[in-house]
């Protein structure tokens, strides 16, 4: 029975491109969240979208949002690949929304990717909103990841800390179900 369930495991991180197999933490709704750095994006739109234009590096909490969804995937996880058009319906549909696109921003990490991996994903699945890299998997890790891809809802608490509110392990369904949990779990007034 042990031997099945390694060969799955190990054909689950084979396909995704990165092996990563951790007992999952307890989800707790109202847990702090580790405050990392990331580069300023490059590209003007990125920088402006997240409200960040000094260069250097900046922290999470210096997003203009209350709320940001990060997305941890991975270029050859094919299960991202499958979730790149959801994603992409959803940060559409938020600038879509003028109550919301101001309250809510996404960002992306590769996990075990670097810039190049991001910057072909980018393209070919039509990213919108800045992708970062974690090349050696170190923010995944302070993270807890799990499984790939990972959905993580933090909100800005104002204080210079981060509280995560929402975890989804795997692709979500719908696009307005998502939409719809993320802005009850954040308490986001959306008027």
């Not at 995704?16 to 999952?24: A, E, L, N, S, Y």
């Not at 590209?43 to 997003?63: C, K, M, R, W």
């Not at 974690?134 to 799990?146: C, N, Q, V």
Request: hydrophobic share 40%; proline share 8%.
């Amino acid at each position: 029975m042990l031997i099945p369930l390694v060969a799955m495991t190990l054909f689950w991180g084979l396909s995704c491109g990165t092996f990563i197999v951790k007992v999952p933490p307890p989800q707790d709704n109202k847990a702090s969240f580790p405050i990392f750095e990331l580069p300023v994006p490059q590209d003007v739109a990125h920088a402006n979208y997240l409200g960040v234009s000094e260069p250097g590096n900046f922290t999470l909490t210096q997003i203009k949002s209350p709320v940001l969804i990060i997305e941890l995937f991975s270029k050859n996880c094919t299960y991202c690949k499958i979730a790149a058009p959801l994603v992409h319906q959803l940060y559409l549909t938020i600038q879509a929304r003028p109550e919301l696109k101001e309250k809510i921003k996404i960002i992306g990490i590769g996990v075990n990717n670097d810039a190049s991996k991001l910057d072909a994903f980018r393209e070919k699945y039509y990213v919108p909103f800045p992708l970062f890299p974690d090349k050696y998997g170190a923010i995944s890790k302070k993270l807890d990841l799990i499984t790939l891809p990972t959905f993580i809802g933090v909100k800005n608490m104002g204080d210079g800390t981060m509280e995560k509110f929402l975890v989804q392990s795997g692709k979500f369904q719908d696009t307005n179900s998502f939409l719809a949990e993320i802005i009850e779990k954040a308490k986001l007034e959306e008027g």
